[in-house]
């Protein structure tokens, strides 16, 4: 299953955003952010409680702008692997989901779906 996330000039170089869908036990919570051009998804939960990494609405980078980071307690997570290099969780990573570009949307390859119907 294919999600358009947002036009993909919507999230610049350096960036970071949220997405949700669903709710209750069925929410699902996405972070994309873009590095030297690339794109990089992951879930939306920390390794060390599971919450989410946004304190508040798309804040997910640390003040450099360099790691994403856990507003709980903040662990810093490298942007291109998710691996977590500072905090409580420090040697654990994020979970990486697949996103592409297709007709300049930005959209999320959702693996637990494809998963879920084999
Ligand atoms: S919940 Fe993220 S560092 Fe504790």
């Known amino acids: 299953m294919r999600r358009p996330l ?3 000039e919507d999230l ?7 997405f949700r869908f669903g709710s ?3 929410l699902e919570a996405v972070v994309v952010a873009r590095k030297a051009g690339a794109l ?6 920390c390794p060390h409680l599971g ?18 980071l856990c507003g709980t307690h903040g662990a810093r997570f490298r942007i ?9 969780c420090v040697g654990k990573s994020l979970r ?20 879920r119907s084999i």
Do not use: K, M, S, W
Request: with cysteine; hydrophobic share 35%; net charge negative.
């Open 6 to 8: 947002c036009r993909a």
């Open 12 to 18: 610049p170089e350096g960036g970071a955003r949220g």
């Open 24 to 26: 209750g036990p069925d």
């Open 40 to 45: 990089f998804a992951y879930d939306n939960a």
């Open 51 to 68: 919450t989410p990494l946004d304190f508040l609405p798309d804040r997910f980078l640390d003040r450099g702008g360099t790691h994403l």
């Open 80 to 88: 291109e692997d998710g691996y977590c290099v500072d905090g409580p």
């Open 96 to 115: 990486r989901l697949a996103v592409t570009v297709e007709a300049g949307e930005i959209v999320l390859v959702d693996q637990r779906v494809r998963l």
